[in-house]
């Protein structure tokens, strides 16, 4: 099965806020990652998480990380259109892979 | 700026021809990888390379090799394409995991026909 889990479509209304969430198995992994992906586009790094922290906040984002649960999520505030993309949660495995899950696709609706 | 260019963004082959998607990276990256990516089944890894010469399976290999030659280029080989190899690819390199994680290319759409 896969290694990291996310559900594939999130509907938002503009200005609301949007909540993406993910599970992983690897108890182990040292970094946990967001990336985004436009229309077109390969993926950026939108932010990343260490093991021991609990939560981490960047502007509109925020990152909370569960490690008992093995749960990560990522939530923006006042989702604007151009928030609107694919969404992928990123584990860490060992020292140089990283294993995706399968991406939610957030549309912005005015 | 960090980059890794994918030299093209759209491809269309005929079956059975080899077909050759080059990545170059000017980040002096000892790693880079290959991913196929697919609706509802997200980015599953194809090949990757750790250092020059070297390269490892990923999870879906059949069908595919690579080459890395020189640190900054890996080049994904499709032997005989296949309809089933229609999909979107993705090139990423890394110095390790950790803060920077992996950086992307931004893809080349193959269209096998």
């Known amino acids: 099965g896969e290694d990291v889990e996310q559900s594939l479509f999130l509907s938002v209304r503009e200005g609301d806020s949007s909540v993406i969430n993910c599970t992983y198995t690897?108890?182990?992994?040292?970094?946990l990652y967001w990336y985004k992906q436009e229309p077109g586009a390969g993926l950026q790094l939108l932010t990343y998480i260490f093991s021991n922290m609990d939560m981490k906040q960047d502007q509109r984002l925020t990152v909370l990380l569960n490690k008992k649960d093995k749960h990560l999520s990522l939530r923006i505030a006042d989702t604007q259109t151009g928030d609107s993309a694919i969404y992928f949660c990123?584990?860490?495995?060992?020292?140089?892979?990283?294993?995706f899950g399968a991406g939610t696709t957030v549309t912005v609706r005015a | 700026d960090v980059k890794v260019t994918q030299s093209s963004r759209y491809l269309v082959k005929r079956t059975g021809e080899k077909v050759f998607l080059e990545c170059v990276q000017d980040m002096d990256h000892e790693n880079m990888f290959w991913y196929r990516q697919d609706p509802g089944l997200g980015l599953r890894l194809i090949y990757f390379s750790y250092d020059v010469k070297m390269k490892e399976k990923g999870d879906i290999p059949e069908g595919y090799s690579v080459s890395r030659e020189k640190k900054e280029r890996f080049s994904l080989i499709l032997e005989s394409a296949s309809t089933n190899q229609t999909s979107m690819y993705l090139c990423?390199?890394?110095?390790?995991?950790?803060?920077?994680?992996?950086?992307f290319g931004s893809g080349t759409r193959l269209t096998v026909v």
């Open positions: 990123a584990e860490s495995k060992g020292d140089y892979k990283l294993s």
């Open positions: 690897d108890s182990s992994s040292t970094y």
């Open positions: 990423a390199s890394s110095l390790a995991t950790g803060v920077y994680g992996y950086t």
